[in-house]
């Protein structure tokens, strides 16, 4: 009872009540699952990766990561999402507010991913994988449906519009589309060194940026 109306007075006074006993509970849990998932892909890849290998790497019992994430399919989604949110916030610090010159920031951007990429074990691991054969995590990376790809088109859409305000909604989606797909074709299968990759599909999305413009301008004339 007492620690209820402590609770209380801490929301009336503006402050975030604190966790009770059971969510903290769930909360650390959570956290640990997902980081014994992760260092376990790291060391043997996901394919090799059992819940009931997760779950005594976390001290956790099985029932409770079936819970959590419902199934190994769920776990790796969390896991993939947990772990490219850096590189989201690192993007978007790239762009906002970014270069003055839209080549350069966006240049800036997409070398940011390509160069992140091989700094973060899961996500080497699982581009590592890709490149030797296939990895049932690498859907979660480029998947049109995952909420991963969704919010990196979301991000740079949002940076084009106001970089390109007078562009029309259909020219930036199908730009961004562009942008995320070729920035995530070579991350897996790279072609060049980063700079120059960076360099080559920030011209190429941008000339295909200003090309759309113009055929879109004719056709209304």
């Not at 209380?8 to 009540?17: I, S």
């Not at 080497?124 to 049109?144: C, E, F, K, N, Q």
């Amino acid at each position: 009872m007492a620690t209820e109306q402590r609770r209380t007075t801490n929301w009336l006074a503006g402050e975030e009540p604190p966790d009770s006993p059971r969510i903290a509970w769930r909360k650390r849990m959570r956290i640990s699952v997902l980081d014994a998932a992760r260092d376990l892909t790291c060391e043997a890849g996901w394919d090799q990766v059992s819940l009931s290998a997760v779950a005594a790497r976390a001290q956790v019992s099985r029932p409770s990561v079936y819970k959590e994430f419902g199934n190994r399919a769920g776990l790796g989604r969390a896991l993939v999402i947990r772990e490219t949110r850096q590189f989201l916030a690192g993007v978007a610090d790239t762009l906002h507010p970014g270069l003055p010159d839209s080549q350069a920031c966006l240049e800036a951007a997409i070398r940011y991913v390509l160069e992140e990429a091989h700094t973060q074990p899961l996500i080497r691991a699982v581009i590592a994988a890709a490149r030797h054969g296939s990895d049932s995590l690498l859907p979660y990376l480029t998947a049109r449906a995952d909420p991963i790809f969704d919010a990196g088109q979301h991000l740079v859409r949002e940076w084009l519009g106001t970089r390109y305000p007078e562009q029309h909604t259909e020219t930036l989606e199908m730009t961004a589309d562009v942008i995320v797909r070729m920035t995530i074709s070579h991350l897996i299968l790279p072609a060049a060194e980063p700079h120059v990759t960076a360099r080559r599909l920030a011209t190429a999305a941008l000339k295909l940026l200003q090309g759309s413009a113009s055929a879109r301008s004719c056709c209304d004339q």
